[in-house]
């Protein structure tokens, strides 16, 4: 009796991750969905010997041809993903970040060797809430994008109002890739539940008419010159 008391209670549990993995595919949360889902894998396991077996079997893998189909849909709509920076991008940085056009227009100073780029990854990438763009296909660094309390001493997690600063590199320019990681980047802040902030602000200057399309193209709104 315990064991088929145990065995529903799971079914019950299996049934919440299915109806939560559908609500974030109905909202376009196609990440969400697969990591939720996957929380569901141990449990969907131990149901083997229960009556309810072949049903939940039937359900489970019917949602995971969903998510699946919406996944290859998103990874072919968004041509980017964002990952925490690493060591070993040390050579592509430098790569990216040594052409002086890019530290000119993103206002930072041109990297002289790998060394700096290396420090770079080390003392400020390292931070909460910065991210590698990289090419969702090869996984190519393309550039880095990042969020920041407006108000210095703030934590970035506490902070009402954050700011958004990024940068690509000159090989990629033009290609929409920017603007997709700004929208992925502004989304996290949004749905992840970690954040306090309630406005995401953006700064570039009046000769920068790429920084500029990427703001509009995601979704910002011009409020001062």
């Known amino acids: 009796m315990a064991r088929t008391a145990s065995a529903e209670i799971i079914v019950v549990k299996i049934a919440d991750r299915l109806c939560n993995t559908l609500d974030f595919m109905n909202d376009g949360k196609v990440e969400h969905a697969r990591a939720y889902l996957g929380y569901g894998e141990p449990l969907h396991g131990r149901i083997k010997d229960c009556r309810y077996a072949e049903a939940i079997e039937n359900t489970w893998r019917r949602v995971q041809s969903r998510v699946s189909v919406r996944d290859r849909s998103a990874r072919m709509e968004n041509p980017v993903a964002l990952r925490r920076w690493r060591e070993s991008d040390a050579d592509a940085l430098f790569a990216l970040a040594s052409v002086p056009i890019v530290g000119q227009m993103a206002r930072f100073p041109t990297h002289a060797d790998k060394e700096e780029s290396l420090r770079v990854i080390r003392e400020i990438f390292c931070k909460p809430e910065f991210y590698a763009v990289t090419s969702r296909e090869d996984g190519t660094v393309l550039g880095s994008i990042s969020l920041h309390p407006a108000t210095k001493g703030v934590d970035v997690y506490e902070a009402e109002e954050l700011t958004i600063g990024y940068w690509m590199g000159k090989p990629y320019w033009g290609n929409g890739y920017m603007t997709e ?33 990427v703001m509009e ?4 709104r011009h409020v001062e010159t």
Do not use: E, M, Y
């Open 181 to 213: 990681a700004v929208k992925t980047l502004c989304d996290r802040c949004r749905s992840s539940g970690l954040f306090a902030c309630s406005r995401i602000i953006g700064f570039t200057s009046t000769d920068n008419a790429g920084s500029q399309r």
């Open 217 to 220: 193209k995601a979704g910002f």
